[in-house]
């Protein structure tokens, strides 16, 4: 009789193998791809901060209103790719093509409302909407696809 349930433990572990390990690999590879989104939320956070910040010196000085400057949007580009960079190994594309195709706008006149989010804005702002290939090479293992796209979602008022 000990020698059946020892047979029926080994069979159930052959069954169940491979059910945990797809299992782990999906969580493993879910950890990974919340981690790059969340740098890529940061990466864009910083972007949008760095823009706003970025302000109109000949306006603010002649009103003393804060106002994006004219380059708020190449600014809010370049640092996107340049945040980005530190996780270039874990993107489908390289840091700058993901920049180049984000959405930028830049409301320089308050109050305005976002067509793109439905967000509203009580301040100058800037936003980015962008999306995000990361590689997920353990999915393409499990058949799913080896590129999943985050959008990411960040925005900056004048303060």
């Known amino acids: 009789m000990i020698a059946n349930e ?3 433990a080994a069979a159930t572990t052959m069954i169940l193998l491979p059910l945990l390990l797809v299992v782990l690999t999906g ?3 879910l950890g990974a791809l919340r981690a790059v989104a969340y740098r890529a939320t940061a990466a864009a956070d910083l972007a949008t901060l760095v ?3 970025d302000h109109d010196e000949v306006e603010q000085t002649r009103s003393g209103a804060l ?3 004219a380059d708020a949007e190449q600014v809010a580009r370049a640092y996107f790719a340049m945040n980005l960079s530190s996780t270039a190994a874990a993107l ?3 840091p700058g093509a993901i920049a180049a195709s984000a959405d930028i706008a830049v409301f320089r006149i308050a109050p305005a409302t976002d067509p793109a989010t439905g967000w509203t804005y009580a301040r100058p ?3 980015i909407v962008a999306r995000v290939p ?3 090479p353990a999915f393409r293992a499990l058949l799913l696809p080896a590129v999943t796209t ?3 979602r960040a925005a900056s008022s004048a303060r």
């Open 6 to 8: 020892s047979g029926s």
């Open 27 to 29: 969580a493993l590879e």
């Open 51 to 53: 823009a706003i910040n």
């Open 67 to 69: 106002r994006p400057s």
């Open 92 to 94: 489908a594309d390289s």
């Open 125 to 127: 702002a800037v936003r």
């Open 134 to 136: 990361v590689r997920t």
């Open 150 to 152: 985050v959008t990411v």
